[in-house]
């Protein structure tokens, strides 16, 4: 048994505190990030103390609106200008910016990330019209690829590296520079705390496989240690204070590449499920508890920290 290695963070805000700060980048170019220029929504080159590139994910209105997919919104707010995106007034047109209203709920200010769609990039796009994503003109190779000044619009999916983003946290994003290590979106929230360690799920049936995300679904696949997706971070955040009712304390399963979280499923014989984590919610079908070490004939063994015994893991019950 195995963990897959420790990767210490730069200390960074908590994911739940109103100051942590993203950058935005696209697949095509990750040497350029989401800023605000003379007004606009452009591409710049990565420049940490350049605050038009900071972004702040307002998720207040998170819990409840979500898009037809049911993914839950958000806005995109300036650090330096207090500005909002908003969405353009069509195809091929950008994305504007507007004063924002945290008071008042907006549509026009709020969007929605799609399912990993690669190496934890995700489509952004609109809550109310989810065919239309964010979409760096003209930056993919075929049409001379990313520059200064980028124009960011709205497209439908071309399946095209300039309409690939990920929402990053700056700190993290600095650190994984300097260790080299790589991390999906939301993963990366865990903030504030002691460092993040990626661990390795795994039964008793079968040592050789570990839990993996593939196509949106948890399954198990031939252990990898260099397969990201099968990298989980155990986060215990609310763990003081949920206990399952044998006094176990809960945890969510966050993958590391994706960002997504394990979701409880809807009965015996049914799939858990991945959704999108927010670590500000504390939401009952997210918590799990580790019970004590089972019989040696009970299947739902995985072991996480090595030099541990197994223990089932279960879903927790919330009044």
Known sequence: ???????????????SGPNQIFKIYCRASEDYCLAVRDGEVVLAPVNPKDETQHWLKDMRFSTTVKDEEG?????????????????????SHPVKLVPFNPAYEDASVLWTESKDVGKGFR????????RLNFDALNGDKDHGGVHDGTTVVLWEWCKGDNQCWKIWPWAEAHAAVESGATMGNNAHAMGGGPPVHAVRI???????????????????????????????IKDMRHSNKIRDEEGYPAFAIVNKVTGECIKHSTGQGHPVKLVPYNPAHRGRALEVVRGRQPALEDPPLVDEVPGELPHCHRHIAMD
């Open 71 to 91: 993914m839950p919104a958000f806005a995109l707010v300036n650090k330096a200008t207090g500005l909002a995106v908003k969405h353009s007034i069509g195809q």
């Open 123 to 130: 489509c952004i796009r609109m809550v109310n019209n989810t």
């Open 1 to 15: 048994m195995f963990g897959f290695g420790h990767h210490h963070k730069d200390q960074a805000p908590a994911a």
């Open 202 to 232: 795994f039964c008793k049936a079968g040592e050789d496989y570990s839990l993996t995300a593939r196509n949106g679904t948890v399954c198990l696949a031939p252990t990898n240690p260099r397969d990201d997706y099968q990298h989980w």
